[in-house]
């Protein structure tokens, strides 16, 4: 089969200009949005010591054991075990009931504060609530002792009040437990957390500890429903799920041990460093799986769709294959990709990338599109970080960029161009539209952030390819992939890294192309 897709097949894909994220002539630039910085929990003045930490009550594992996460990194990348001391340790243990639609869980997490301020709060976003789930918590312990607690925007934060202030370097660990209800139609963003026709999508599924940035603080707003939602920073996950017998699983990390027990597959994954961890089952599911390098790649799909599954693999191989070779091997030893009932056409989530279902037809040229370009966020937002609410071009349009890198290197220059065309054509939909690319999701309408993040913005990483030179360009790749891995970028960083790398000044390109107008 000729996989080189025609120009007119292209233009078809703009009617799924809005799927990846998850997809006027003159323009005055919107404020971002203002970060609302939620009341304080406050502490009390009395309180100074800090109390011993409690030892973790859901795993036998202690907080600063590293080697059982060691089997997930390919041998070149352990060494990223010594790099994150003051990464965050999730334990969580939760129970899927019969028809797969709700979870109880309990989680236990140890918090260092890795920021130069003290913390009065430590913060978690509960995101079933703004996507069409629903999640409750309760006993909420701060090192084992009742604390206050409280609930803004649509009960999406909720903020665990310290009673002395956490000062740089301190820890905490925090226990609670908590229920989701997951939704059973599309809903909202994309049907990210959903179970539909058989597949369980269980992301952003527990509480989570955002990010907190010098420029922002802790990340408490409530996003658009038509961009990423979580900014979080690199952290370990202990996780043991109880689901129904009969269910294929996969979820970020790998497997440490697999029992049956009254009826139900009981199952441990050890992952990290990760920036979530996310899982999806179905009895519906057949996989395939082929070894690369150190890394085993799997592919999830159902049975009736197994001729679409084997391609699914090997454009998930040969994204592998091309950005190992940009930038680093890719750190993990398992990578999946899953068909799930997701509206967007695919969506990133550490170790596993997920693919719409309704793409699975090899007549579909946007099936590979979306595959090749979620397994290229396993380079940015999973391993090197950003602010994906504030500053989203920063891991789509270089990753949209990478699209044509990967088109590039399975079809040739004739491919990289045409990938090129295409994303010419999400710009065009919009009119060529001067609007800047580094401005926070709420900045764009729906047709914006399509037409600028994944159009204008990967047209923008050649244009700087062209002007810096092609050594130099590739140098600046995988500098900036090592001077940010595990951490988070930012575009005054890519602009700095680019520099040092072309020695040139590129102010002028970023100021027609990136900066806020």
Request: glycine share 8%.
């Amino acid at each position: 089969m000729n996989r080189i897709r025609s120009f007119h097949s292209l233009l078809l894909l703009l009617v799924l200009a809005a799927l990846l994220g998850g997809c006027t002539e003159t323009y005055t630039s919107p404020p971002a949005p203002p970060r609302e910085r939620q009341a304080s929990v406050t502490p009390s003045s009395t309180a100074t010591a800090t109390p011993a930490l409690p030892a973790p009550m859901l795993s036998d594992i202690p907080w600063d054991d590293r080697s059982v996460f060691e089997p997930g990194l390919i041998p070149s990348q352990r060494n990223a075990l010594k790099e994150l001391p003051g990464a965050s340790v999730y334990h969580l243990d939760l129970t899927i009931n019969e028809d797969m639609t709700h979870v109880s869980g309990k989680l236990e997490v140890r918090y260092t504060n890795t920021e130069d301020v003290n913390l009065n709060e430590i913060v978690f976003r509960l995101f079933p609530n703004i996507l069409d789930g629903k999640m409750t918590v309760s006993d909420v312990l701060l090192n084992g002792s009742p604390t206050k607690t409280m609930q803004e925007n649509q009960d999406s934060v909720l903020m665990v009040g310290m009673p002395y202030p956490l000062q740089p370097g301190d820890q905490a660990v925090i226990s609670m437990n908590y229920q989701v209800e997951i939704p059973t139609t599309e809903g909202g963003n994309y049907a990210v957390l959903a179970t539909i026709d058989g597949v369980m999508a269980l992301a952003h599924a527990y509480p989570m500890i955002p990010a907190y940035d010098d420029e922002n603080g802790w990340y408490v707003e409530t996003p658009p429903n038509y961009g990423d939602v979580t900014y979080s920073d690199t952290a370990y996950y202990l996780v043991r799920a109880s689901l129904p017998a009969g269910q294929t699983v996969d979820a970020s990390g790998f497997e440490i041990d697999r029992k049956e027990q009254e009826g139900k597959e009981i199952i441990t994954w050890a992952a990290g460093p990760m920036r979530d961890f996310y899982l999806v089952s179905s009895a519906r599911y057949q996989v395939m799986e082929e070894k690369v390098g150190d890394t085993v790649v799997r592919a999830y799909a159902p049975g009736e769709l197994g001729a679409e599954n084997e391609l699914a693999l090997q454009y998930a191989i040969d994204a592998l294959t091309t950005f190992n070779e940009a930038y680093e091997d890719y750190p993990f030893t398992e990578l999946a990709v899953a068909g799930t009932p997701t509206t967007a056409g695919g969506v990133e989530y550490p170790g596993i990338v997920v693919v719409a279902l309704s793409l699975y037809d090899e007549e579909q040229p946007f099936f590979e599109v979306a595959t090749a370009h979620e397994v290229g966020h396993q380079w940015f937002y999973s391993v090197v970080g950003n602010d994906q609410i504030h500053h989203p071009w920063l891991d789509e349009s270089l990753t949209q960029y990478n699209t044509m890198l990967y088109f590039g290197k399975v079809y040739g220059p004739a491919g990289y161009e045409e990938e090129r065309t295409s994303q010419q054509l999400r710009w065009d939909y919009i009119d060529d539209a001067d609007i800047p690319l580094d401005l926070p999701v709420a900045a764009y309408d729906e047709a914006e952030y399509s037409g600028i993040i994944y159009g204008r913005g990967g047209v923008f990483f050649d244009e700087l390819r062209k002007q810096m030179g092609d050594d130099a360009f590739a140098k600046f790749q995988k500098d900036y992939y090592h001077t940010y891995k595990w951490g988070i970028a930012t575009t005054d960083g890519l602009k700095n890294v680019a520099e040092a790398a072309c020695n040139c000044d590129l102010t002028p390109l970023f100021e027609a192309w990136v900066y806020p107008k």
